[in-house]
């Protein structure tokens, strides 16, 4: 798919998801989602007094944790490129009452000085950038030194299980989807981008290569999801 043409599609697949786009999580991963964010969190590291940048911060839920551990003496920043998902995040976390930055941008082109953050957080939006080593490169950079990125995607499910997964993503989760958010294509695009993306060995050689150190990673969920932590030495 042309760049152009990618963008364009991710753009209407959250404009039109965006109102059901929590409710989805839960059936679609029984719940599980909420597990695999807060070991995500767990694996930030983040503490009282951080700076901690949220990309493709979507409806907030990595964001609200982040925040409660930065505490008053820290700083969350809410990013995304999509605003109808921005305006979710930020009133969750305002409903919580907590009152973050909220900042519309393009992953690949982040509008924060070099060396802005302690910590960079990417949950689930990775897969749905066009030009990943970018959007890495970028994340690099806003980074200060010692700082981590964490991503937590969707990565390759253990290979035993691939033929049912197969099946719950090409034929469940379009008709979830045209059942309760009325967009059976949005979450066929959802099945096709994870194939799309990265494998957990692939990820980590992108991560090293944009320039990040000590990468690993952890599977969740036999393969179904991954998260990947890397550090800025440099």
């Known amino acids: 798919m042309p760049p152009e043409d990618k963008a364009r599609r991710v753009a209407g697949v959250f404009d039109a998801v965006?109102?059901?786009?929590?409710?989805m999580n839960d059936l679609m991963s029984l719940g599980l989602h909420r597990m695999w964010k807060l070991f995500a969190v767990e694996r930030a590291g983040v503490r009282p007094g951080d700076r901690v940048l949220d990309v493709a911060a979507g409806s907030g839920d990595l964001a609200l944790a982040l925040a409660r551990r930065a505490g008053s003496s820290g700083q969350v920043w809410l990013t995304d490129i999509n605003g109808a998902m921005l305006a979710r995040g930020r009133d969750r976390l305002l409903d919580a009452g907590i009152a973050v930055p909220v900042v519309q941008c393009d992953a690949e082109k982040l509008p924060f000085p070099d060396r802005?953050?302690?910590?960079?957080t990417v949950g689930f939006g990775l897969r749905n950038m066009t030009r990943k080593d970018l959007a890495?490169?970028?994340?690099?950079?806003?980074?200060?030194?010692?700082?981590?990125?964490?991503v937590l995607e969707f990565s390759r499910v253990w290979k035993p299980l691939s033929r049912l997964y197969d099946e719950?993503?090409?034929?469940?989760?379009p008709w979830l989807g045209k059942v309760v958010a009325g967009n059976a294509a949005g979450y066929r695009y959802l099945a096709e981008s994870i194939r799309m993306h990265p494998g957990q060995e692939e990820l980590k050689t992108l991560m090293e290569q944009c320039g990040f150190d000590d990468v690993e990673y952890w599977n969740l969920s036999a393969g179904v999801v991954a998260v990947h932590r890397g550090v800025k030495y440099r």
């Open 18 to 23: 965006a109102d059901q786009y929590d409710v």
């Open 116 to 120: 802005s953050f302690d910590c960079v």
């Open 168 to 173: 719950y993503s090409f034929r469940v989760l």
């Open 136 to 150: 890495l490169t970028e994340m690099q950079r806003v980074l200060r030194s010692g700082g981590r990125l964490i």
